[in-house]
Each structure stands twice: as C-alpha cells, then as structure tokens.
C-alpha cells in the first residue's frame, strides 16, 4: 500500500500509472484464481448434491444458494 501511495502521490509519470495498472491487474488475477479453488472445493467435495426427496436436501440448498452469496458479492 505505501508504494501505491508513494506512485499516486508524485506526479504521475506514464511508468508510475504503467506499474499500478500491472499491479491492480495481477491483483485480480490472484484473486480470481482463489475464487475459483474455493469454488471448487466447496462445490465438488464438501456440498453434496441430494435428490428432491432425499432427506437432507433443504440443507443441500442452503449450502449452495449461501455459496452463491458468497461468490456474488461485490
């Protein structure tokens, strides 16, 4: 964050403004690709999916309309 400030705060060279940009970008990156292994890791191996009259089904969706909360918010 203080590097973020200290290219914000000069005057903003094309290079400064270059960096930051690179920086955001791999920022989401990362944080698109922590989405995704959560993502699979809930949906593949812990929420289990249940037949419409199996028993444990209303608990199977909570668990995947909160795991769809989760992912959507902004």
Not at 1 to 27: A, G, V
């Amino acid at each position: 964050m203080k590097q973020i400030d200290q290219l914000t705060s000069d005057e903003s060279s094309s290079q400064n403004m270059n960096q930051l940009i690179r920086w955001i970008n791999t920022k989401e990156e990362h944080a698109t690709f922590i989405q995704s292994i959560i993502a699979d890791f809930f949906l593949a191996q812990r929420i289990k999916p249940k037949k419409k009259d199996e028993a444990g089904r209303q608990q199977y969706v909570d668990q995947t309309l909160l795991s769809s909360k989760l992912f959507l918010q902004p």
